[in-house]
Structure formats: C-alpha cells, structure tokens
C-alpha cells in the first residue's frame, strides 16, 4: 500500500472550508485514496473514498490530482464536531492486502468558534 | 440499528490473566478486522479474517488469538495478558466501500 504524507495539525475558523492535503506519491494504478476522522475515544469513521475522479458525498469533497500523487478532503463548512483526527489512507482494491487499512499518524484537525 | 458491537467496554486484567474481546456485526459482511490503538498513535491491524472460516495475521499478531465463530461473530483472546497489551481494541467490519469501525473496548493490564 502507499505509503501517505499529512501535516501534523491545522486549524479552521467555524463555518470556513477545512482543506486537509495529503501526498501519495507513491500509489499504485488500483490504490484507492480514503478518507476516515476519528472524533476522541471513538471509533474511526469512514469520511469518502475515490481512485482517478473527484468525489463528493453528504459529508465531504475528494479532489484526486491527475497524476495521483497528491488529493485534498474538503469539509465546506466546518463545525466544532469536525474536530478530529483525519486520515488520509492507500488502499489496494485486490491481491494479498485484501483492504486491509494502514493508519499513518493523520492531521489533527481543530475547528475554533 | 445496523453496525458494529463490542463488549466490553472497558476492562481491567492482572498480568497473566485471559480475556476474550468479543465482536459482532449485523452488515452481513464478510471480512472483519481487530485493530488496537496506543495513545497518541495510528491504528495497528493484529488480525483479519476474509471470510467465515479463514483468519490470517496482521502487523502485530503476538500474544493474541483469533475466532471467526461464523459470519456475525469474530472474537480476539489474550490468552497471558501483559501490560504491553493495555489498549483501545477496535473490532471493524468492510464491505469493500468503507469501514465500519465499533465503539472500541478500553483495556488496561496492570
């Protein structure tokens, strides 16, 4: 699986775009690029997921870059809920990863009033 | 509602004793997964198991074994709990769209 760059932390003003970037240089032609945030003590939460397309859903926004090295999540308007851990992942669709998630350190996300 | 659910919640062990973390989903899905977390870090993947029947390691498999009891159920037992092992335990499930991750069993070994 790709291996993934984030920053450590960012920050976002209540109701502003929260643009957290992540670099896959790395990935491989059948890696999807997923998203998950894990709010405290809780459970990671599958946010959006996407290969070559851009992909939107109720949640968030996934812009892929062409070449695929790199991809931005867009929260449209951030909320205090949104804080929380925010992981960028690889995924190998097939063979022997079987799926299975390799969690990097993420982006700490903090949305201020 | 449909998810994932883990008991218990929390639990304390003495070094040496045994525990089975248990673990049951109603997606009917076929894989499912134990992650541990430490604080401050990633999510670490122990193991796996891709269909009812089969289980298979993952990064960090030693002092634990695995059940796939059938399609709902899969447990993860300590068989000599170490304080190494103290831990947030998550129990998820895939359907190759998405993770569906449970609330998590807190474990302390003292």
């Known amino acids: 699986d790709a291996k993934t760059t984030q920053p450590t932390s960012m920050d976002c003003a209540e109701g502003r775009a929260a643009n957290l970037p992540c670099n896959h240089s790395?990935?491989?032609?059948?890696?999807?690029v997923y998203w998950y945030r894990q709010i405290h003590s809780q459970g990671p939460q599958y946010i959006i997921h996407?290969?070559?397309n851009n992909e939107t859903n109720e949640m968030a926004s996934l812009i892929i870059t062409e070449d695929r090295k790199s991809s931005t999540l867009i929260l449209p308007h951030a909320t205090l809920r949104d804080t929380a851990v925010y992981y960028c992942?690889?995924?190998?669709?097939?063979?022997?990863?079987?799926?299975?998630?390799?969690f990097g350190q993420g982006t700490i996300l903090t949305v201020h009033p | 509602n449909a998810g994932v659910t883990q008991t218990p919640k929390f639990q304390v062990l003495k070094t040496g004793q045994s525990m089975t973390l248990q673990c049951a989903q109603d997606?009917?899905?076929?894989?499912m997964y134990w992650y541990r977390q430490d604080p401050g870090m990633g999510l670490r993947l122990i193991y796996y198991?891709?269909?009812?029947?089969?289980?298979d390691k993952g990064e960090v498999p030693n002092g634990y074994n695995v059940s796939r009891l059938n399609k709902r159920e899969f447990s993860l037992r300590l068989e000599s709990a170490a304080p190494s092992q103290t831990s947030v335990y998550f129990c998820?499930?895939?359907?190759?769209?998405?993770?569906?991750f449970g609330s998590g069993t807190r474990l302390t070994v003292v």
């Open positions: 992942i690889g995924v190998n669709a097939g063979g022997t990863s079987y799926g299975k998630l390799t």
């Open positions: 790395t990935i491989s032609g059948n890696e999807y």
């Open positions: 996407g290969l070559k």
């Open positions: 997606m009917n899905h076929n894989s």
């Open positions: 198991s891709a269909s009812e029947g089969t289980t």
């Open positions: 998820a499930t895939d359907r190759g769209l998405g993770y569906t």
